[in-house]
């Protein structure tokens, strides 16, 4: 058992907030939740011991960053001493937040840089915007998930967009949820690993191999019940909706296996769509936990990593990596956020969103 791991899940600004609002409740003995706005009126629904005010009280009085994401990052360093203290005993710190305005695109990086100095894991959670939410917005998103990359282990990436596509007709509070139950799967995938020990173990020290600088991952889970409850649990699991990545591509991948009367041909069966999925040179790292036998569910859950790198011309991740010290470097305060919008304007037109899969297994095509 590994329930000493302490997990920090840090909801930054308005989205971030609402991610972990409908899961401060649950009691998890290793896993704290702390909400962090520049906002004071979005932290009320908090308890204190959960809060952390961005920004000096006397400069800011709790005002929001105004969509502004240079606001959220001074805030952010205004209250590393805080963020510091609350943050330090963490061995995973998960970042919840939504790219484009200002708190969660400007403060996040400068958290998780905090975070980087004392836990031995730093997951970002991020949504990218709608499309309707206009240009700024956009821009601002793409330099913001640039700069939080650089300043975590590995992120995963929510795509709004996608949740309109696909549950657009929906009603709102419940799409949004839709996106915000991802960060719980996450936080339970992540749980599930580090503190449950199956008959075919997987660890932290799995977890540190398939997420450690890996840029842009997936985790994901999902179960199915019924006869072909391997082939609908596999297929659930690899295809999101709502996912800006897919495990094409991928180096490396966490399957943890939960159910009883688990079978072989279940297992090959799953492995198999995952490998065709994945290719060939995916190295697969299994798991096989047994539940209780009444349980008639099978439970997949994923973690995918190295298909970042091939998502991405290498020109354009190198000029991505030439977008330096935005947030994180005091000294470069004379290169502020709109200089870098306007210097990095190609960056932003060009940037891709994950490619069609091409080689997909027929039936996981929607
Ligand atoms: N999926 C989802 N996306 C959200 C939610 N709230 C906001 N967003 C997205 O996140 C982006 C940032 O919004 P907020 O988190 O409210 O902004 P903020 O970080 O508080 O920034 P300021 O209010 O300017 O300080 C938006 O542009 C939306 O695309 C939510 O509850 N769910
Ligand atoms: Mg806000």
């Keep these: 058992m590994h329930n000493n791991i302490k997990i920090k899940v840090l909801g930054v600004g308005g989205c971030g907030n609402n991610s972990i609002k409908p899961l401060v409740s649950n009691k998890v003995d ?11 009126q979005a932290l009320k629904d908090f308890e204190e011991q959960n809060v952390i005010q961005l920004g000096d009280s006397n400069k800011r009085r709790g005002f929001g960053a105004g969509r502004n994401p240079e606001i959220g990052k001074e805030c952010a360093f205004e209250s590393s001493e805080i963020i510091e203290e609350k943050i330090k005993d963490a061995d995973i710190v998960i970042i919840s937040a939504g790219m484009g305005k200002g708190t ?6 400068v958290i998780a840089k905090i975070a980087k100095k004392y836990a031995s894991l730093v997951l970002a959670v991020v949504t990218i915007p709608f499309e309707n939410e206009g240009e700024k917005i956009k821009s601002n998103s793409i330099i913001g998930l640039k700069e939080l990359k650089k300043n975590v282990d590995s992120m995963i990436v929510i795509s709004n967009e996608k949740l309109l596509n696909n549950y657009g007709t929906i009603s709102i509070d419940h799409s949004l949820k839709l996106s915000n139950k991802i960060l719980e799967k996450i936080i339970n995938v992540i749980n599930e690993i580090i ?14 191999t398939v997420t450690k600088d890996k840029g842009e991952i ?3 889970s999902a179960s199915a019940t019924g006869k072909d409850r391997a082939e609908k649990a596999v297929e659930k699991v690899i295809f999101s909706n ?21 079978t072989l041909q279940e297992i090959n069966i799953i492995l198999e769509v995952i490998k065709n999925t994945a290719g060939e040179k995916v190295n697969i790292i299994q798991g096989l936990m047994i ?37 994180t470097n005091k000294d470069d305060s ?5 200089y870098l919008l306007e210097e990095n304007q190609d960056i932003i037109e060009n940037s891709t969103t994950l490619e069609e899969v091409e080689n997909l297994p027929h039936f996981l095509k929607n």
Excluded: C
């Excluded at 099978?298 to 030439?322: C, H, R, V």
């Excluded at 004379?334 to 709109?338: F, V």
């Design 334 to 338: 004379n290169k502020d956020w709109m």
């Design 195 to 208: 503190t449950l020990t199956g008959i075919q173990n997987v660890d932290f020290a799995d977890l540190l």
């Design 242 to 262: 709502i996912l800006e990545n897919s495990i094409m591509g991928a180096d490396e991948i966490i399957v943890n296996i939960t159910g009883s009367n688990v």
């Design 104 to 109: 969660g695109t400007g403060a996040s990086p």
């Design 218 to 220: 997936l985790i994901n």
């Design 291 to 327: 539940s209780d036998s009444n349980d008639k569910n099978l439970k997949i859950s994923l973690i995918a990593s190295g298909m970042d790198k091939k998502n991405k011309s290498s020109d354009l991740e190198n000029k991505q990596n030439n977008l330096e010290n935005v947030f």
């Design 30 to 40: 290793n896993i704290e939740y702390i909400a962090l706005n520049t906002d004071s």
